[in-house]
């Protein structure tokens, strides 16, 4: 079993850029693709970044497509989420989420085994 923990959320102006990291630990990292979802208050979670288990494929939605970077470092069982540009509509609670089905592309919520405890993301206008 692997446990989450999110990290580099924060306030940002719109137009500014953060990186969230999620590290991971109890599992073997590699045996996982990793996906990224927030949660706005009110709001379904979304899907918004998913990687394969080695990077070799990363799927957005159109939402944060050109803004937002998904990567991954499995010698540091870590997984990232560059986002740029952000604007008042990216406001939410960011979690990383760990599938054990590591190909191919998943957005489901259900698709998703073991999940972080969330790291707020505010951008104001």
């Known amino acids: 079993q692997v446990q989450l923990v999110e990290s580099g959320g924060g306030l940002v102006q719109a137009g500014g850029s953060l990186r969230l990291s999620c590290a991971a630990s109890?599992?073997?990292?590699?045996?996982?693709?990793m996906g990224w979802f927030r949660q706005a208050p009110g709001k379904e979670r979304e899907f918004v970044g998913r990687?394969?288990?080695?990077?070799?494929?990363?799927y957005y939605p159109d939402s944060v497509k050109g803004r937002f970077t998904i990567s991954r470092e499995n010698a540091k069982n870590t997984v990232f989420l560059q986002m740029n540009n952000l604007s008042p509509e990216d406001t939410a609670v960011y979690y990383c989420?760990?599938?054990?089905?590591?190909?191919?592309?998943?957005?489901?919520?259900?698709?998703?085994?073991?999940w972080g405890q969330g790291t707020q993301v505010t951008v104001s206008s």
């Open positions: 109890g599992g073997t990292f590699s045996n996982y693709a």
């Open positions: 989420a760990a599938d054990t089905n590591k190909y191919g592309f998943r957005i489901r919520v259900t698709s998703y085994s073991y």
């Open positions: 990687i394969t288990w080695n990077g070799g494929e990363k």
